[in-house]
């Protein structure tokens, strides 16, 4: 991989030019109006609702697809690239292989009992299996592949299995994922693929399935599917490591979907072409973003990159042939490509060329990468492009809450959009958020605990997560994202350490080098940081660094040093015992995904962390500080 500017070394470089940027105007776009009433209660609680009403919405997804294969049929819905070009299907051509395959589905009796299973990732085959589980009305239920690529006792592919019982489970290519799906697909279950072979089983080809005649009773079939109808299971880990089933039904997709459009209202302007590798096992890749496309008419190339050395090359190359109308990533994803857009003024131009807006979810975008894409965005268009976020979760399909062009920043969430109510709770002097709309979820599957703890007495779903107003005592002017309720804890003298706003001012303060930090410190004297390392940025400091060696960065002295420096100069801001941090460890072996530390997606669970590092809390604590800890 060619070098890469050093981002730490051109952050005030690139604040200088936002400074510049800021006096350039927002491209104008069409925008929805996020306009709430506020209903103050006796008890402190608020409630939040959109002053506009919900329009009407499908009974079911795949009535879009209808429309679309009428309205646009040789219009290309996706694309993957193939033996050196791109791989496409229309719309007309993904309607008639969602009927095959849909038939071939219902003749296997296949239902909510006995649903599909989808190991593979983003791929063209993997939605023409998803959608003819859509139109024949059986769930499905995409997994991620980490779980049997990645995990070495296949413990959660295991517990999802037993809990979902499904009829049929599909991998593009069975010889990758042969010794995943021996260990835990029982004999009586059908395996299909797209090829290859698992020794000793019957595979069934996807082939097959597309060549199976329109069966009799399939638009009696597809016409019964109704609001109520379980479209798809999708797993969230949540805080006990084990995965949860979130019910998805075409109400919550459908209703989201209306909600999206009239938000991003551009949406409407022209039909959206996405560049994509957000994975469909989550609900911002497999709701979000496939329901986007499918809704308003428009075109996702599949990206097969990933924002990591060895991976955004290939995100590059799609970038240079196709310019999205709207592009979606996570924030390391924006940060991995600002040295190639500033490097590169061809591919600067095309990704550029028609850009709406882009989207971030996942985590905070840092100020110094926000700021390089302004600059970048004025550099070549004369103006900044709108960076949009929100507040969602898959338990609610997941649009909830967005912010507005003109207000965006990080760590701004905005208000409600149309159709959802926000519940405001006082909570250990945070606002904990809640919602009840249409696209939340009726709870998880085969788990009635879970989904009784999940919601209060009024039917609002429980987020978890904490808010504060953007400015005080206004609540019509939006809210920030506040940390995560369960995160929170108290020292030993009883003082609150809110711990998701301090992991971001951390984060931020030592860029380019940490992905995140897990704080210590409960029943403690002091906070502590648990650092894990972003490999790709420790990189830009010392470049002799090998791409996949988390021990050697961890031990390395130059990383060592220059992370000193930032957790100074982030000492030297503190206002208390609840953000004040003397002590940080570099983690120095990659988390577990089987222990339940970190999922598929890269988040990170602190609670998992803090329970299976406890030598290391013992070293951060330890009078005499253990070598392996930076001490300020």
């Given at each position: 991989?060619?070098?890469?500017?050093?981002?730490?070394?051109?952050?005030?470089?690139?604040?200088?030019?936002?400074?510049?940027?800021?006096?350039?105007?927002?491209?104008?776009?069409?925008?929805?109006?996020?306009?709430?009433?506020?209903?103050?209660?006796?008890d402190?609680?608020?409630?939040?609702?959109?002053?506009?009403?919900?329009?009407?919405?499908?009974?079911?997804?795949?009535?879009?697809?209808h429309?679309?294969a009428?309205?646009?049929?040789?219009?290309?819905?996706?694309?993957?690239?193939?033996?050196?070009g791109w791989r496409?299907?229309?719309?007309?051509q993904?309607?008639?292989?969602?009927?095959?395959?849909?038939?071939?589905?219902?003749?296997?009796?296949?239902?909510?009992?006995?649903?599909i299973?989808?190991?593979?990732?983003?791929?063209i085959?993997?939605?023409?299996?998803?959608?003819?589980?859509?139109?024949?009305?059986?769930?499905f239920?995409?997994?991620?592949?980490?779980?049997?690529?990645?995990s070495?006792?296949?413990?959660?592919?295991?517990?999802?299995?037993?809990?979902?019982?499904?009829?049929?489970?599909?991998?593009?290519d069975?010889?990758?994922?042969?010794?995943?799906?021996?260990?835990?697909?029982?004999d009586?279950?059908?395996?299909?693929?797209?090829?290859?072979?698992?020794?000793?089983?019957?595979?069934t080809?996807?082939?097959?399935?597309?060549?199976?005649?329109?069966?009799?009773?399939?638009?009696?079939?597809?016409d019964a599917i109704?609001?109520?109808?379980?479209?798809?299971?999708?797993?969230?880990s949540?805080?006990?490591?084990?995965?949860?089933?979130?019910?998805?039904?075409?109400?919550?997709?459908?209703?989201?979907?209306?909600?999206?459009?009239?938000t991003?209202?551009?949406?409407?302007?022209?039909?959206?072409?996405?560049?994509?590798?957000?994975?469909?096992?989550?609900t911002?890749?497999?709701?979000h973003n496939?329901?986007?496309?499918?809704?308003?008419?428009?075109?996702?190339?599949?990206?097969?990159?990933?924002p990591?050395?060895?991976?955004?090359?290939?995100?590059?190359?799609?970038?240079?042939?196709?310019?999205?109308?709207?592009y979606?990533?996570?924030?390391?994803?924006?940060?991995?490509?600002?040295?190639?857009?500033?490097?590169?003024?061809?591919?600067?131009?095309?990704?550029?060329?028609?850009?709406?807006?882009?989207?971030?979810?996942?985590?905070?975008l840092?100020?110094?990468?926000?700021?390089?894409?302004?600059?970048?965005?004025?550099?070549?268009?004369?103006?900044?492009?709108?960076?949009?976020?929100?507040l969602?979760?898959?338990e609610?399909?997941?649009f909830?809450?967005?912010?507005?062009?003109?207000?965006?920043?990080?760590?701004?969430?905005?208000?409600?959009?149309?159709?959802?109510d926000?519940?405001?709770?006082?909570?250990?002097?945070?606002?904990?958020?809640?919602?009840?709309?249409?696209?939340?979820?009726?709870?998880?599957?085969?788990?009635?605990?879970?989904t009784?703890?999940?919601?209060?007495?009024?039917?609002?779903?429980?987020?978890?997560?904490?808010?504060?107003?953007?400015?005080?005592?206004?609540?019509?002017?939006?809210?920030?994202?506040?940390?995560?309720?369960?995160?929170?804890?108290?020292l030993?003298?009883?003082?609150?350490?809110?711990?998701?706003?301090?992991?971001?001012?951390?984060?931020?303060?030592?860029?380019?080098?940490?992905?995140?930090?897990?704080?210590?410190g409960?029943?403690?004297?002091?906070?502590?940081?648990?650092?894990v390392?972003?490999?790709?940025?420790?990189?830009?400091?010392?470049?002799?660094l090998?791409?996949?060696?988390?021990?050697?960065?961890?031990?390395?002295?130059?990383?060592?040093?220059?992370?000193?420096?930032?957790?100074?100069?982030?000492?030297?801001?503190?206002?208390?015992?609840s953000?004040?941090?003397?002590?940080?460890?570099?983690?120095?072996?990659?988390?577990?995904?089987?222990?339940?530390?970190?999922?598929?997606?890269?988040?990170?669970?602190?609670?998992?962390?803090?329970?299976?590092?406890?030598r290391?809390?013992?070293?951060?604590?330890?009078?005499?500080?253990?070598?392996?800890?930076?001490?300020l």
């Amino acid at each position: 991989m060619s070098a890469k500017p050093d981002i730490s070394a051109t952050a005030g470089k690139g604040d200088a030019l936002a400074g510049a940027s800021k006096v350039h105007p927002l491209r104008a776009i069409s925008f929805g109006d996020p306009a709430v009433s506020i209903d103050r209660r006796a008890d402190g609680t608020i409630y939040l609702r959109p002053k506009a009403a919900l329009g009407d919405y499908p009974v079911r997804l795949t009535d879009r697809l209808h429309h679309w294969a009428k309205a646009g049929p040789n219009r290309i819905f996706m694309a993957e690239r193939s033996a050196g070009g791109w791989r496409q299907i229309t719309y007309a051509q993904l309607l008639a292989s969602t009927r095959h395959i849909a038939s071939a589905l219902l003749a296997r009796g296949l239902s909510a009992e006995r649903p599909i299973v989808i190991l593979s990732g983003n791929s063209i085959d993997h939605a023409l299996v998803a959608f003819g589980a859509l139109y024949a009305g059986i769930p499905f239920c995409p997994v991620s592949a980490a779980y049997s690529l990645i995990s070495k006792d296949y413990g959660k592919l295991a517990f999802l299995m037993k809990l979902l019982t499904p009829g049929l489970v599909f991998a593009d290519d069975a010889g990758k994922f042969s010794d995943a799906l021996s260990a835990n697909v029982p004999d009586e279950t059908e395996i299909a693929a797209s090829h290859g072979a698992v020794p000793g089983r019957r595979v069934t080809m996807l082939a097959d399935l597309l060549a199976t005649p329109e069966h009799p009773g399939l638009d009696a079939a597809h016409d019964a599917i109704g609001p109520d109808t379980i479209a798809k299971f999708l797993l969230t880990s949540g805080s006990t490591g084990n995965p949860k089933a979130v019910i998805n039904t075409q109400r919550m997709i459908c209703a989201n979907q209306v909600m999206l459009r009239e938000t991003l209202a551009f949406l409407k302007d022209e039909p959206p072409v996405i560049v994509d590798w957000l994975p469909w096992n989550h609900t911002f890749g497999g709701n979000h973003n496939i329901g986007l496309t499918l809704f308003n008419g428009g075109s996702m190339y599949l990206d097969e990159g990933k924002p990591m050395p060895g991976g955004i090359e290939e995100t590059v190359r799609n970038l240079r042939e196709i310019s999205p109308t709207v592009y979606f990533n996570v924030p390391k994803g924006y940060e991995s490509l600002l040295p190639y857009l500033r490097d590169d003024q061809a591919l600067r131009e095309k990704f550029f060329h028609r850009l709406h807006a882009m989207f971030f979810s996942g985590a905070a975008l840092s100020p110094h990468v926000w700021n390089s894409l302004d600059a970048l965005a004025v550099q070549e268009k004369g103006y900044r492009v709108p960076v949009l976020t929100g507040l969602g979760a898959t338990e609610t399909a997941p649009f909830f809450m967005s912010v507005r062009p003109d207000t965006s920043r990080s760590g701004h969430v905005g208000l409600p959009v149309l159709g959802n109510d926000a519940k405001l709770v006082p909570n250990n002097g945070k606002w904990e958020v809640r919602a009840k709309g249409p696209n939340v979820t009726p709870g998880y599957w085969r788990q009635p605990e879970l989904t009784a703890a999940a919601f209060d007495d009024e039917g609002f779903y429980k987020f978890g997560d904490a808010l504060k107003p953007a400015v005080a005592d206004d609540f019509s002017a939006g809210f920030d994202f506040d940390g995560r309720i369960a995160e929170d804890f108290k020292l030993a003298s009883g003082t609150w350490v809110s711990v998701g706003p301090l992991r971001a001012r951390l984060v931020a303060a030592c860029a380019p080098m940490v992905r995140d930090v897990v704080i210590a410190g409960i029943n403690r004297d002091e906070v502590s940081a648990l650092v894990v390392l972003d490999l790709d940025g420790c990189r830009l400091i010392n470049p002799a660094l090998a791409a996949d060696d988390i021990a050697a960065a961890a031990s390395d002295a130059k990383i060592r040093e220059a992370l000193r420096q930032r957790l100074t100069q982030f000492l030297a801001t503190a206002t208390g015992s609840s953000n004040r941090i003397t002590r940080a460890i570099l983690i120095d072996t990659p988390l577990s995904i089987d222990r339940g530390e970190v999922t598929d997606k890269g988040s990170i669970n602190q609670r998992a962390v803090l329970e299976h590092r406890g030598r290391l809390i013992e070293d951060l604590y330890a009078p005499t500080p253990a070598a392996n800890v930076i001490t300020l």
